[in-house]
């Protein structure tokens, strides 16, 4: 009778040692950025009862004993268990632990250069051009895909012919126009989402060899903005003609003028206001006619290019 007895403790033992160690679901991420926090959940369901425990370099925000905890780590690295034992009414409890970690602290990008690569035997229009993007500090965290690379024709961010993510240098073959590519590269960091972009724009003298027009280094959207797209009139013009455009907000801006092989003919200071702006095009040189384009900046950032015909 004792033996029997002693069989149905040890019974009831085993079953509640492999009740306890069921699965109570725990949702979350495998590692916590130093620093940071993240969340911990179980299934919402009846329940008499949770208590939550952490080990290694965690702690605990807030109560224990809900569905989720926010969990967090001040350290720099280590690893550790989130726990949960969870009491069913009318059910036997479970208990789950899910293993964490700390990520090593992510290097986040300040800047951005970029500068162009010489290709032997290339620099004339429809030749390729190469340019390769550092990251400042030069330890910031990146990948390959973190590298969003676009060419384009003209207005900056139209006329698009190429795009590329394979990583921090790329070479990209030009079309075979005598004037305006522009290079625009968009760096996405890995850390927080932050995003850093560079523009340079590209033309070339008589003798084919590359120079930059214009560069700017931006965090997210440039400033000021022109809304919607300039337009000359009338165009074709004989001796005269004006640049119309919507700008965002007031700035002085430098208004330059080319002909086809990139040497510049004209150039003024205007002060763009917010709303409705006309910039009269009438000092142009009388010897200077045909096919013309324009570049709208502010300091080193391009607001707009465009083309124009003098009769």
Same mark, same amino acid.
């Given at each position: 009778?004792?033996?029997?007895?002693?069989?149905?403790? %040890?019974?009831?033992? $085993?079953?509640?040692?492999?009740?306890m160690n069921a699965q109570c679901g725990i949702t979350g991420p495998d590692a916590i950025n130093s620093g940071s926090t993240a969340t911990y959940s179980i299934p919402i369901t009846l329940v008499s009862g949770i208590f939550w425990t952490v080990t290694g370099p965690f702690t605990i925000n807030?109560?224990?004993?809900?569905?989720?905890?926010?969990?967090?780590?001040?350290?720099?690295?280590?690893?550790?268990?989130?726990?949960?034992?969870? @009491?069913?009414?009318?059910?036997?409890?479970?208990?789950?632990?899910?293993?964490?970690?700390?990520?090593? &602290?992510?290097? =986040? !990008?300040?800047? $951005?250069?970029?500068?162009?690569?010489?290709?032997?035997?290339?620099?004339?229009?429809?030749?390729?051009?190469?340019?390769?993007?550092? $990251?400042?500090?030069?330890?910031? !965290?990146?990948?390959?895909?973190? @590298? +969003?690379?676009?060419?384009?024709?003209?207005?900056?961010?139209?006329?698009? +012919? %190429?795009?590329?993510?394979?990583?921090?240098?790329?070479?990209?073959?030009?079309? !075979?126009?005598? @004037?305006g590519v522009w290079v625009r590269v968009t760096f996405t960091s890995p850390c927080d989402g932050s995003q850093i972009t560079r523009i340079t724009f590209v033309t070339w003298e008589s003798d084919c060899e590359f120079f930059k027009i214009r560069s700017n280094e931006v965090g997210g959207t440039?400033? &000021?903005?022109?809304?919607?797209? &300039?337009?000359?009139?009338?165009?074709? @013009?004989?001796?005269?003609?004006?640049?119309? +455009?919507? !700008?965002?907000?007031?700035?002085?801006?430098?208004?330059?003028? %080319?002909?086809?092989?990139?040497?510049?003919?004209?150039?003024?200071? =205007?002060?763009?206001?917010?709303?409705?702006?006309?910039?009269? $095009?009438?000092?142009?040189?009388?010897?200077?006619?045909?096919?013309?384009?324009?570049?709208?900046?502010?300091?080193?950032?391009?607001?707009?290019?465009?083309?124009?015909?003098?009769?």
């Amino acid at each position: 009778m004792k033996n029997l007895i002693y069989l149905f403790l %040890f019974a009831g033992l $085993l079953l509640s040692s492999q009740t306890m160690n069921a699965q109570c679901g725990i949702t979350g991420p495998d590692a916590i950025n130093s620093g940071s926090t993240a969340t911990y959940s179980i299934p919402i369901t009846l329940v008499s009862g949770i208590f939550w425990t952490v080990t290694g370099p965690f702690t605990i925000n807030g109560g224990n004993t809900g569905t989720s905890i926010n969990v967090g780590t001040t350290a720099s690295s280590g690893s550790g268990s989130v726990c949960v034992t969870r @009491f069913l009414t009318g059910a036997p409890p479970c208990c789950e632990c899910k293993p964490i970690s700390i990520n090593s &602290p992510c290097a =986040v !990008a300040t800047g $951005l250069s970029v500068s162009q690569v010489e290709i032997p035997g290339e620099g004339c229009p429809g030749d390729d051009i190469k340019f390769i993007a550092t $990251l400042i500090p030069s330890g910031a !965290a990146s990948s390959s895909s973190s @590298f +969003f690379w676009e060419a384009g024709t003209g207005t900056l961010g139209t006329n698009i +012919f %190429f795009t590329s993510t394979t990583g921090n240098m790329v070479t990209i073959p030009t079309p !075979a126009i005598n @004037f305006g590519v522009w290079v625009r590269v968009t760096f996405t960091s890995p850390c927080d989402g932050s995003q850093i972009t560079r523009i340079t724009f590209v033309t070339w003298e008589s003798d084919c060899e590359f120079f930059k027009i214009r560069s700017n280094e931006v965090g997210g959207t440039a400033k &000021p903005q022109l809304l919607g797209e &300039p337009n000359v009139f009338p165009n074709p @013009f004989s001796n005269s003609a004006e640049l119309r +455009f919507e !700008a965002s907000t007031d700035a002085q801006a430098q208004l330059n003028v %080319f002909n086809v092989t990139g040497q510049a003919i004209h150039s003024q200071t =205007v002060q763009v206001v917010k709303g409705q702006n006309t910039i009269e $095009l009438n000092q142009l040189p009388n010897d200077q006619k045909g096919l013309l384009y324009y570049h709208l900046s502010v300091g080193e950032e391009i607001l707009s290019t465009g083309k124009m015909i003098r009769q």
